[in-house]
């Protein structure tokens, strides 16, 4: 008689060979019953997408680590439609009303974020604080990007910019070709650092990378490497170690200095003609004791200053290249320029706000080249919800991928063309674009939880943009910035802008 317990010893028997052939047969049978309920009956199946993507994450692993799964993304509802099927997971929508249905003040309390986690374990910091935390830490950081606070901080402003066009004229006097994304950078990182803790990373001073900005540039690809290795499910510690990770410590390291300065500034004595972001969170804190805690200032600190930096330089240098691709707007944005200046002087951050087209070039700018082009997750509830009609079971990530939603025909005409006369009044908007959806692009999201810094980022980048312009004429030098070939790891991957300056004679 045979032993109960005879067939775990033939088990037992089994070569690794044949019991890693066994396993593999076994995955790869889940795997396609995964597919056909997937692809039919689960309730996800009729949501638009190529079915590959509906029940594995292989295309998207792929696009992502190329750094095109945004374009990839926009190209999907190019073919698909406003609603698409991304992978397993998440669902996309196009339609301007899905910003207002996800992100906006009702959405916020039915679509909670999903695949953020805190950059300090047990402290809220702004991307990930819920409720009464994040309306605090809102109210105290705030009063930092009021327009009280950009008069009292727009010197800051002029005069880095001031030492980025003096070191731009020994580049003219020089009549060598540069690189401008360098510049920008350069220049961006100089102001976050002097309004986060009013001291410069003296990029433009040293002409080089601060190493705190050259950590920071290698971390966002290292970051967006290992989002991407997750949805490798099992696979994760495999496709980790063949990855490019050597950069994440360098995380910590960011964590680190960003504590560091906050204390630094803390105990800086009180300096009346000081506006930094701290003078104003520090009077928040005396009118409401404990609106924002020293462990709070230092996890945000860590979040402003990619968040103010890198977001600006890729504003101000698509501006840049797209207008030097465009030049009857690059006329029509010098001829405003000249109409409301009698000279550089009077250039300020006041009178920049009232000028019409120059505010159209950055929108326009901003919706072909959005500085965060990919997904902003939202977890639908347990009991499910719907979003632009399309019912979606709970559990599922929802998402407006920025590129996508600028890029859709049926939200813009001519969606590829850099036309920032679609952005003007009714009257003055040319008949082709009267059709155009413009709330479909929200490159600062939109309700409760979009970017705090949009007001700031709106004025930084036109005072840089204007006297630029105002001082130089700019000759490209090539094509490699073109935006549809470049990748993105959470921040895009900045190509050089190579350009060689002449000093205009404006009269």
């Known amino acids: 008689m045979d032993s109960p317990y005879s067939g775990w010893t033939n088990l037992r028997d089994i070569s690794p060979i044949k019991a890693a052939g066994m396993a593999a047969a076994l995955y790869l049978a889940y795997y396609l019953l995964y597919a056909i309920y997937a692809t039919t009956i689960s309730p996800l199946a009729k949501v638009p997408g190529p079915p590959a993507r509906k029940f594995s994450f292989l295309p ?17 509802h190019a073919r698909y439609g406003p609603v698409v099927r991304v992978n397993p997971d998440i669902v996309s929508f ?41 309306a605090r830490q809102r109210a105290a950081l705030s009063r930092a990007f009021s327009d009280k606070a950009l008069r009292e901080q727009e010197h800051y402003f002029q005069d880095h910019i001031d030492l980025l066009l003096a070191r731009l004229d020994e580049k003219c006097e020089q009549a060598q070709p540069f690189n401008m994304v360098e510049w920008v950078e350069f220049l961006a990182f100089d102001i976050i650092g002097t309004l986060a803790f009013s001291s410069s990373f003296h990029c433009l001073d040293n002409q080089a990378y601060h190493p705190w900005v050259t950590l920071l540039l290698n971390f966002f690809k290292s970051t967006h490497y290992v989002l991407t290795a997750r949805m490798c499910g099992i696979f994760f510690p495999l496709v980790l170690a063949f990855g490019p990770i050597r950069h994440l410590r360098k995380g910590e390291e960011h964590l680190r200095r960003s504590y560091e300065k906050v204390r630094q500034r803390i105990r800086m004595a009180d300096d009346e003609s000081r506006h930094d972001f701290w003078t104003y969170i520090s ?84 919706r072909l080249y959005p500085p965060i082009s990919g997904e902003l997750k939202r977890a639908v509830p347990p009991e499910g919800a719907v979003v ?44 082709w674009a009267r059709d155009d959806r413009l709330e479909a692009c929200q490159p600062f999201s939109v309700g409760p ?57 404006v009269q």
């Not at 009303?97 to 805190?118: D, L």
């Open 60 to 76: 998207c692993i792929a696009m992502s680590l190329q750094g095109r799964e945004s374009h990839a993304v926009r190209d999907l």
């Open 94 to 134: 196009t339609e301007p009303t899905a910003w207002r249905e996800i992100y906006g003040y009702p959405g916020v309390k039915k679509f909670k974020k999903s695949g953020y986690r805190q950059l300090r374990p047990g402290v809220p910091d702004l991307l990930t604080a819920s409720g009464d935390d994040h």
């Open 283 to 366: 009077r928040q804190n005396e009118h409401r004791e404990g609106s924002m805690s020293v462990e709070e200032m230092e996890v945000n600190a860590a979040l402003l200053i990619p968040a103010g930096s890198d977001t600006i330089a890729t504003t101000v240098s698509g501006c840049l290249y797209l207008l030097l691709k465009t030049p009857d707007a690059l006329a029509r944005l010098r001829g405003e320029l000249a109409r409301a200046f009698g000279c550089e002087a009077d250039i300020a951050m006041a009178p920049l706000a009232g000028l019409p087209y120059l505010r159209a070039v950055v929108d326009e700018a901003l």
């Open 388 to 431: 632009g009609g399309t019912a979606l079971p709970g559990g599922t990530v929802v998402s407006v991928y920025a590129l996508a939603a600028s890029y859709d025909a049926r939200n813009f005409a001519q969606p590829a063309r850099f036309a920032p006369e679609r952005w003007l009044a009714a009257a003055e908007r040319p008949d």
């Open 449 to 505: 939880r979009n970017c705090i810094g949009m007001n700031l980022a709106y004025a930084e980048t036109k005072l840089i943009l204007a006297r630029l312009l105002w001082r130089f004429d700019f000759d490209l030098l090539d094509d490699g910035f073109d935006i549809e070939r470049q990748k993105v790891y959470v921040m895009w991957q900045k190509p050089p802008l190579p350009v060689r300056l002449h000093k205009r004679a």
